[in-house]
Every structure is written in structure tokens, then in C-alpha cells.
């Protein structure tokens, strides 16, 4: 048989990070081997996002570039798969006749019957069916040869609508996976050498809601706690409404969960807060920072801010900038509004002007970095355990890995270490990284 070649182009979150190992996965038992030359496809995968219309131009963009490639080679089989596609459904075919294959969120598991049909029917196929997705989250995805950490879907969907968000409406309501199959998958993922698992999941704060019988976030993490070989367990993304004093207390107790939260916060204002359906206030928000920075005083806390929802004043913008200086996230992730068809947000009066919302974010940027450069800084002189990946990117001589708390770390030794566990001692902070010294054991 000849060997047939899959490429794979992954756009957005984690979570489509994740997806497109589980389609690998599925493709390569149908004979696919993983290409890293686009040129060299016979199957060409896009895993594609829409969060914000940035992602949507992205995707598009690419996909004319990968449509030429159809007229060299007609053979070729173009899917788009993931929540662009959730979304436009038939629609992708007016923009790119030469897709052949347009699945969305909850179709993954189908993958290789499509992938038939197509070949062998010569027509193009359009499934985005909300139906089966947790057959989807449960494909096994094996870790690569060395691979030190994965990811682990624990829960798919979104039941929050924040006013801006498309997620509820492509990725579906939320599901969680039974513990059972969580808890199988990690020890599979121990016996292959995994260290390190990041548990997946729009507010992986909710976990369980619908399960019968009922397990919830905290009972999940104490028993992956318990799993031999696993030494750190991470968890992403986490709503702030959701987030429980026994989570919180987790922080505190549980020697594998790592010190470090992303909490999106969103906004500083009140105001803005209700408008976009977050269901906290600032000072919700606020209290609850400090009561993990009480239980874990080394925990990084991370975030994701919106400039310019409709509606945001200079004042309201002031109260998110006022959070940030109280605070002082170690990094944030930040945007400009961007208005999505079908949320609630776009019946909102008051649209902020392009230039101010540039403004907004150019401001609030720099006053991160130079957040985030104080507070690596402030690092000098602590002993942080390292989990060593490997070769650093810098040096021939350095090592890399990262710290609990989620900070990249240079460091002179042999790629020996790689999947150690060591201690470092910090000497440099930078904005996006580390550099320390190794303490011999
Ligand atoms: N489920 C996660 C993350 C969802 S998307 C959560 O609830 O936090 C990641 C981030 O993208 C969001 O936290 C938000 O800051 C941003 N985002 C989502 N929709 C957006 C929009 N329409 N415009 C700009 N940013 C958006
Ligand atoms: Fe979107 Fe809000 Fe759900 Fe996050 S919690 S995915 S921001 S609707
Ligand atoms: Fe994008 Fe879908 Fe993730 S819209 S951010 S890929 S859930």
C-alpha cells in the first residue's frame, strides 16, 4: 500500500490543540502518517476558530493558500473541521469550493467514514450535528515518544453565555466525561511516562454538573492526585463565578496540583461585568484573588481581559486598569471586542470606535509587561522545582523546562535531565522568561 500523508493545521484554544491529536490519532489507524509538509498531503485537516473575527481571517486566509495546492494536485482532500466550521456549516464552500469535507466540534469520531465517503463517492460532505461529542473527547490520543506532559479533555461545551462569546453556540451545552474514563486515561498516560496533565475545559470549575452519579472538580483532581507518576496537574480555564472555597483550598493541600490559576477576569467595571453576563462583581473577584493568595502565597495568577465591550467608558476601562494594579497578574492574555454574529453583545448600544479600543489595549499591554517583568524579577534568589522538557532554544548549553507556577526557565545542563524534576536556583527574570542555575542534588 502506499503511504498516504496527513497534514494538520490548528487554529484557536488548547481544546483544538487537543482535538487535532485525536484526529491524528483516528487518521493514522486508517494508514495516514503525520506530515509536517504541507506539499507532501494527500489529506489536508484544518482545526479552525472563531472566537474572534482575527481567527476567522486567519483560517480563511490560510485555506486559500492550501486551495492552490488542489490544482498541482487534484487528488488532494481538503477538511475544515472545528468551530469556524461549527459555524458557516455549507457556508464554507461559497468561499472555497475546493473543500471537500466541512465537520464540526462534535464530529471527530466520524472522521475516517467521512474521509471514505469522500473518496470513494467523489462528493463533498457538510456534518456539524451536535450529537456525539463525548465519543469524540474519549478518543485516546497516545503521547508522543517522550512526551512529559499532555492534555486531558474533561468536559466539552459551555452553559454561561457571556454576552460575547460564540462558544455555547459551537462547541454546545456542557458534558462531562465519568471520572472512570478520566482517571483511566491519566493512568495510561502515566504508563507512558506522562509527568504532567492539564485537565481541558471551558469552566472546568462546573465539572459534573450533569453526571449521575454526581462527581464534582474537586473529588476529580483529589483522585488524579493519588495516580502514581503523575507529579503535576494542571487545569484551564477557570471561571471566576464558579470558583469554590474547596477548589481555592486544593491550592493548599494537594502536593501535585501546581501553583498557578488562569482566571479570567474580563473587566474591572462593574458595569461592564453585568453587561457581558459574567455573574461576579469586581469585588467578587477581588476577594476571592485573595483568599488563594492567603492558602498559596507563591500561586501565579493569570487572566484574560476584554478592551472596549460596548458600552466600556474611560472610567469603566480606568476600573479594569485600577484591578490590575491591585493585582498584578503574572501575564495576561488581551483583547479587542470583537463583535459575534448571534451573541447577545450585538444588540449592545455604544460600540467603542476601532481607535479607541487600539488605544485601550496598547495602554494595557504595557502596563502588563511591566507587571509581568516585576514579578519575574521578584523571583531572583527563590528555588523553584523545574520540570526539564529539554534543549533550550537559546544555548547548546542550557536546558529548558518550566517552573509550577508556569514560567519557562533557562538553565546550563545536559538534555540528560530532560524529564527530570530538579532544582534551580532564579538569577534573571525577564518578560518571558527565566534563567537560573541548577542545585545539585
Ligand atoms: N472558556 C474560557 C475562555 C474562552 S475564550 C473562559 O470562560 O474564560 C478565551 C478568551 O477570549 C476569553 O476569556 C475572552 O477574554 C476572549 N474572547 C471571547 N470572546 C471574545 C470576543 N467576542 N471578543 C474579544 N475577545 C473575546
Ligand atoms: Fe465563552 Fe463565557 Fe463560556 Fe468562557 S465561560 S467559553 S467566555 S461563554
Ligand atoms: Fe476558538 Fe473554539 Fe477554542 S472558537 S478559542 S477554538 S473553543
Known sequence: MSKKYLYIETFGCQMNVHDSEQMAVLMQAEGYRLTSDVHQADLILMNTCSIREKAEQKAFSELGRLVKLKEKKPEL?????????????????KRAAAVDLVFGTHNIHQLPVMIEKVQKEHKKITQVKFFDRLRSLGIFAPPPEGALSAFVSIMQGCDNYCAYCVVPYLRGPEMSRTPEDILDEIRKLA?????????????????????DPSCNFVTLIEKINEIDGIDRIRFTTSHPKDLSNELMDCFGQLSKLCEHIHLPVQSGSNRILKLMNRGYTAQDYLSKVERLQSICPQISITSDIIVGFPGETEQDYQETIDMMEKIRFD??????????????????PKKVPLQEKRLRLRQLQLLQEAHTQQKNTGLKGSVQEVLVEGRSKNSHQDVMGRTRCWKIVNFKGGSE???????????RGFLHSLRGELIKP
Open 77 to 93: 482532500i481538503i477538511g475544515f473541521g472545528g468551530c469556524l466550521a461549527q459555524h458557516l456549516a455549507d457556508k464554507v464552500y
Open 191 to 211: 504508563d507512558r511516562g506522562v509527568k504532567e496533565v492539564t485537565l481541558l475545559g471551558q469552566n472546568v470549575n462546573s465539572y459534573g454538573k450533569h453526571l
Open 331 to 348: 501575564s495576561v492574555f488581551s483583547f479587542m471586542y470583537s463583535e459575534r454574529e448571534g451573541t447577545a453583545a450585538c444588540n449592545l
Open 417 to 427: 535531565l530532560t524529564g527530570d524534576l530538579v532544582r534551580v536556583e532564579i538569577t
